[in-house]
């Protein structure tokens, strides 16, 4: 019997280290053009001199001083979310490891605040690792790239998701009228506490766990795309176009942009259970990501 | 715009009404959900430390310490204030502030303290870290860091022209309770 070949073979090399530095510090400073140009656009929507256009006018001016002094957009780092794909062979714990190097380092740097606190004696890690920190989600693919994402995702909005079980008695039955019950319901509540413009991720189905988390991965698709299911993409912009009717506004202060997007997936889910699990995020909507080709070099940033 | 200056008087803070946008000059001590559950539960302020006719400001702040060893803070919005709800109107009552920052305004219990005790809950715009940290001119002090960890201690800011909306005043007013009550009436023309 022969021994095949290992199917792909890329090397972890030194500059993988400050390739994920760079990976954090980009993500934590700069939000990408498709959130920049919904912030934009959004503004023109507001009376000039409100309370609203206001809120967004100092949003738009913090947006370009991040990126110009490349600090933090927001104090709050968030969650640090690692979502990497690779071919099978590629040495994930190597990646994890050097992960983790690169977030103490950014840390120490100033690009992540101490975020890291341990839920029993209440003590602050000081570098944002410890258990459950940073987050990593490993899946193997059959294209010959590496693709490292990174969400970083602030504890405000992150208090704000909200999960459904449906029938519910206020928002409705087992369909897409109560998935949309459910999702406005959870904007209402939302409102002021999640620094507004939001944006939804959303999973119709699945398990307690596994809804959310799919909820949270509706976050790395661009704004400006579209649901593959037709069904689901006029919901998706419904559900915008209703919220931003509601005067809810940037901040909760009133105005018309309370959503900038929604973007929902579905899992299947058990005949007995019908979840509706919706991640808010902030308008400080930080993702970035790059490609590794099979020299280990960047290919590409993905945002 | 409204100047707000210290000291934070009585007579200024009256004066101020919902939708109000201020600048606010000043010295701002930093208290988030460690310090209020503390002082709730019978914490004493560290020396250096006084409220008293003061503005606290919900924040955890990203603060380095530069080559010549001070400190500089980098990122500064405000945290969520809601979490605080159920300390704050003893935190106005027992230390005197006139004011309290944060994001997405509080509730019953600190409207009511705001009333009594002649205080206002200033928003600031959530994430506008960099802007707002461009307003705090120099870092006094930091106190309890080694209790609270760098993000919940208290940390003593010099801020100059920080701009902030007032959503709930000494009179009863409130921006949230408007439009939470607005919203959701007009959700229920959809749902």
């Known amino acids: ?303 | 715009m409204t100047k707000l200056s210290f000291p934070f008087t009585e007579e200024k803070i009256r004066s101020l009404k919902v939708g109000d946008e201020v600048l606010i000059t000043g010295t701002l001590f930093t208290g988030r959900d460690a310090v209020h559950k503390y002082l709730h539960e019978g914490g004493k302020l560290p020396a250096g430390v006084n409220l008293k006719d003061g503005i606290l400001y919900h924040c955890g702040p990203v603060v380095i310490k530069d080559e010549r060893g001070n400190w500089k803070c980098t990122a500064a919005g405000p945290t969520t204030s809601i979490r605080e709800e159920p300390y704050q109107w003893q935190v106005i009552r027992d230390f005197g502030l006139r004011g309290v920052i944060g994001k997405g305004g509080m509730g019953d219990k600190t409207l009511q303290a705001c009333k009594e005790h002649g205080c206002v809950y200033i928003h600031a715009i959530g994430g506008a870290a960099q802007v707002l940290a461009q307003c705090i001119k120099r870092v006094r002090n930091v106190h309890m860091m080694e209790q609270f960890g760098a993000p919940e201690a208290i940390w003593e800011f010099e801020v100059e022209d920080f701009p902030a909306v007032v959503t709930m005043d000494s009179h009863g007013g409130s921006l949230h309770k408007e439009v939470f009550a607005a919203s959701q009436a007009e959700l229920a023309k959809y749902v």
Request: a negative charge.
């Open chain 1, 1 to 303: 019997m022969t021994a095949s070949a290992p199917l792909h073979e890329i090397r972890n090399e030194p500059a993988l280290f400050a390739t994920i530095l760079e990976l954090i510090r980009r993500t934590s400073t700069q939000l990408p053009d498709d959130v920049v140009s919904a912030i934009t656009a959004a503004r023109k929507n507001e009376a000039a001199g409100s309370n609203a256009d206001v809120a967004l006018d100092v949003i738009g001016c913090n947006i370009g001083l991040a990126q110009t002094n490349s600090l933090p957009l927001c104090q709050d780092t968030g969650t640090i979310l690692f979502y990497v794909h690779a071919p099978a062979g590629y040495d994930q714990i190597e990646l994890e490891e050097t992960a983790n190097e690169a977030v103490r380092q950014a840390t120490k740097t100033g690009y992540l605040r101490q975020n890291s606190v341990d839920s029993v004696t209440g003590k602050n890690s000081g570098d944002n690792t410890g258990p459950g920190s940073p987050v990593f989600h490993f899946h193997q693919w059959r294209e010959a790239h590496v693709e490292v994402k990174l969400v970083l995702k602030g504890g405000g909005c992150e208090n704000m998701n909200a999960q459904y079980s449906l029938p519910h008695p206020d928002h409705g039955g087992r369909d897409l009228k109560g998935v949309e019950n459910a999702i406005l319901d959870a904007v209402l509540q939302a409102q002021g506490q999640g620094c507004g413009p939001g944006i939804l991720g959303v999973c119709i189905g699945g398990d307690r766990a596994t809804g959310y988390e799919h909820s949270k991965q509706q976050l790395l698709r661009k704004l400006d795309d579209h649901n593959v299911n037709p069904e689901l993409d006029t919901l998706e912009q419904d559900i915008v176009g209703t919220a931003n009717k509601l005067g809810i506004g940037p901040m909760g202060f009133g105005g018309k942009t309370t959503l900038l997007g929604t973007k929902i997936g579905v899992l299947n889910r058990l005949p007995a259970s019908f979840f509706v699990s919706v991640s808010y995020m902030c308008w400080a909507y930080r993702r970035q990501g790059f490609t590794l080709d099979t020299d280990g070099k960047i290919g590409k940033w993905l945002y």
